[in-house]
């Protein structure tokens, strides 16, 4: 019988198929739910949405969400919204709410560096108001 201590390494060493996958990072999300939301732009966000359409959705499988890169930080009212809504009209309800590329600010977001609140911050406000203006 192994001993408590290699018990614990194999336990650490399974991990889900969801924490295998690049593209997740936990710091991450933690700075995006540190973030203004980005339909209200209320501060902090307190909630991350996995976007589920456009190129997110190659990424996901039976019972397993995108990556962490295709994450936005929501408020939690709005993200519940959302959620109500279904995928398949979350890219209307999105734009309705004046967030027009939700995919480019994922994307944004997942590349900018230092990966800080105060950056992903300076993102989140440029890019709605270069959205805004069109």
Known sequence: RPSLIDREEAKRRRESAQER????????????????????????????????????????????????????????????????????REYEFLAARGLYDPYGLAQALWEAWPKTVETYTKIILAYREVRVRI
């Open 21 to 88: 996958r690049k593209g997740n990072d936990e710091r991450h999300l933690a700075i995006l739910r540190l973030c203004p939301c980005a339909i209200s732009l209320t501060m902090p966000a307190g909630e991350v949405h996995h976007l589920k359409t456009g190129p997110a959705a190659k990424e996901r499988g039976m019972g397993m969400r995108a990556t962490d890169r295709w994450g936005i930080p929501l408020a939690h009212d709005i993200h519940m919204d959302l959620e109500s809504h279904g995928s398949r």
